[in-house]
């Protein structure tokens, strides 16, 4: 057990924990009029997140040299959650992802993982894409191709605007459910737990539905090597905004990078005698920053 | 023309969230600045006694829809009823929180109202007429500053972050039909279960103590949680914490956990790794216990303590008992 006395959250109609392919059998899922089901993954390639970040001398973007490129960590739940949909209910898993030629690899790294195919729109135009050009060319993808559920990070650690999820979903005139930490899919509907401030609510939607991972959803796997030299060879389509009909003109956007703000440098409380300095920090928050 | 700031509010069993009034405070600024009327949303149940609260913070005017759809908070149904009410009357500036629930309705009404959203401001201003939205990203490695061509220019702000002013104002409270229909709602809350220990949520807190990897084990908790008690304060962890499994994943700080700006983070036994950085950096006060003087922790730190955090944190909780006494 966890500790930190969570535990007595027991939301009651869900989770038969463990519910794997064994229960498939008995639990029989009618999603759509199919018992496969076509489930849909979003992913973004963002920078690592022990990445330092560079801003352009010109405040015009962030300096790329040097990046290590990754799945963006959402990204990585959702595709392990569509994953594990498929192996309970079978059926297939589409990547859909929007990026420059090296979105391919992180493309490649879900299909190794387990995934089947996948989408890459990738146009120069659509480079510096806002939240609602992402999810027009997302859409337009999505549209063109049979998805009964589609999960999407609940935000990109790049510009975490945490919105294409659910404009994505708007735009598909689907209902979203976002920053979830449970899905469980029963008799066409879906059930998720999601944390709000100080409580956790158990929602149901519809399908075919949005869903944004968050933290917690479940432990995405490594790719195997066999996955890795399989996923070589799986279909990957490559489409630009002409080919999915979408404008790339922005609405939002970053007119100027620039580096945080710099803090005041610190003091640090000196002396040898911890219970002297636990003292002067106690003086120091209370008469100089005013804080306790 | 698009004119006039708007806030949506938030509430939750009848009362306000104080992001609302954060909310409130900063658009009365903008619009002073602009010269037009501060407006606010509330949506909900039974909230209709509410409403004029509002004024006391600047706001001009109220739109209210109370209707038993509106309880408790569904996307669908609320995002329904804001758009409604802004299309009909054209704001140049739409504000929301960037708290959980402020997240998932602002995002919404980005595909609604087909606009742009700067998400997370710590700082909003107006430049030219325009709105100009300050925002961490790369969980605050580097800051935006965001521009939004289409209208209402949205933007959601941090809680915590922005100061709660009061500007007496009418608050005028005018009703409108959230225009429902059922077949438009089709997510559903089944159940709510209360966290009952009491404790304000990080996001929300104003004072955090967190415990990272220095702390050993899951055992040694308890002198942080000794220390927060006397502080009022919550409790965090750093991810190495998390995923050692010593913490719930909700306690955890950091780029891939929650972004938190309490009056004062002290961070024991936490080494400082990028990430976590970026999940606390917007604090006002950061004191840092550490033994290690290398620790990059130090560097973002107001106040520093080089030294076993086993031994000065008992010894800052009987300092902290006997200054609140």
Not at chain 1, 29 to 34: P, V
Not at chain 2, 181 to 206: C, F, P, R, Y
Request: charged residues 25%.
């Amino acid at each position: 057990m966890r500790p930190g006395g969570k535990e007595n959250f027991n939301i009651s109609i869900l989770w038969n924990a463990g519910a794997g392919p064994a229960d498939a059998a008995v639990r029989p899922l009618c999603i759509g009029k199919e018992d496969d089901v076509n489930i849909v993954a979003c992913v973004k390639q963002v920078p690592d997140t022990e990445a330092m970040i560079k801003v352009k001398p010109d405040g015009s973007g962030i300096d790329e040299a040097g990046i290590k490129w990754v799945m963006n960590p959402y990204d990585e739940f959702g595709v392990e959650e569509a994953l594990k949909l498929k192996e309970k209910q079978g059926g297939d898993v589409t990547i859909v992802s929007l990026g420059p030629a090296r979105a391919m690899e992180t493309i490649r790294t879900a299909l190794a993982m387990g995934a089947d195919k996948g989408i890459h729109i990738n146009d120069p135009a659509l480079e510096g894409a806002d939240a609602y050009v992402t999810a027009s060319a997302l859409a337009a993808a999505i549209k063109a191709i049979p998805h009964d559920i589609i999960f999407c990070g609940q935000r990109a650690i790049d510009d975490d605007s945490g919105q294409v999820g659910s404009v994505l979903a708007e735009m598909l005139g689907l209902p979203s459910v976002t920053i979830v930490t449970k899905a469980d899919i029963e008799g066409g509907a879906i059930k998720v737990i999601k944390p709000i401030e100080g409580a956790q609510l158990l929602i149901e939607s519809s399908l075919p539905c949005v869903v944004t991972a968050q933290k917690g959803l479940n432990e995405p796997r490594y790719a195997s090597l066999p996955g890795i030299m399989k996923a070589k060879k799986k279909p990957v389509d490559v489409k630009d905004a002409a080919a999915l009909g979408v404008s790339a003109e922005v609405k939002a956007k970053v007119a100027k990078f620039v580096p945080p703000p710099a803090r005041p440098p610190g003091k640090i409380v000196c002396g040898d005698d911890p219970a002297a300095k636990a003292a002067e920090l106690g003086r120091l928050l209370r008469e100089e920053a005013k804080v306790i | 023309m698009a004119k006039g700031v708007w806030i949506v509010a938030e509430q939750r069993d009848g009362a306000y969230r104080k992001i609302s009034f954060e909310l409130a405070s900063t658009a009365r600024k903008l619009a002073d600045q602009l010269g037009e009327e501060v407006c606010a949303v509330l949506l909900g149940s039974g909230i209709e006694g509410i409403a004029g609260e509002l004024g006391k913070y600047g706001v001009d005017k109220v739109y209210v829809a109370d209707d038993a759809a509106l309880e408790p908070y569904t996307t669908d149904a609320h995002a329904t009823a804001v758009a409604k009410i802004v299309k009909e009357n054209d704001p140049s500036i739409l504000l929301l929180g960037a708290s959980v629930q402020g997240k998932d309705l602002s995002a919404r009404l980005v595909g609604k109202l087909a606009t742009g959203m700067a998400t997370d401001c710590t700082d909003v201003k107006i430049d030219g007429g325009k709105l100009v939205a300050f925002r961490p990203m790369y969980a605050g490695k580097c800051f935006g500053e965001v521009t939004v061509a289409s209208t209402p220019q949205m933007a959601s702000l941090r809680p915590n972050v922005f100061s709660i002013v009061e500007t007496a104002k009418a608050g005028e409270v005018v009703k409108f039909d959230a225009g429902l229909d059922a077949s438009q709602i089709k997510t559903k809350v089944l159940e709510v279960q209360k966290d009952t220990s009491g404790k304000v949520d990080l996001t929300e807190a104003n004072i955090i103590v967190s415990g990272g990897r220095g702390m050993k084990g899951p055992e040694n908790y308890n002198i942080i949680e000794e220390l927060a008690d006397v502080l009022g304060a919550t409790v965090g962890a750093s991810r190495a914490a998390v995923d050692a499994g010593w913490r719930p994943q909700s306690d955890q700080v950091g780029q891939t956990g929650k972004i938190v700006s309490p009056n004062l983070y002290i961070a024991c036994g936490i080494s400082g790794a990028i990430q976590h950085l970026a999940g606390m950096s917007s604090s006002k006060y950061i004191v840092a216990i550490n033994k290690d003087n290398e620790a990059p922790i130090f560097t973002k730190a107001d106040y520093g303590v080089v030294d076993d955090l086993f031994k000065v944190v008992p010894e800052f909780t009987q300092v902290c008992k006997k200054l609140l006494a």
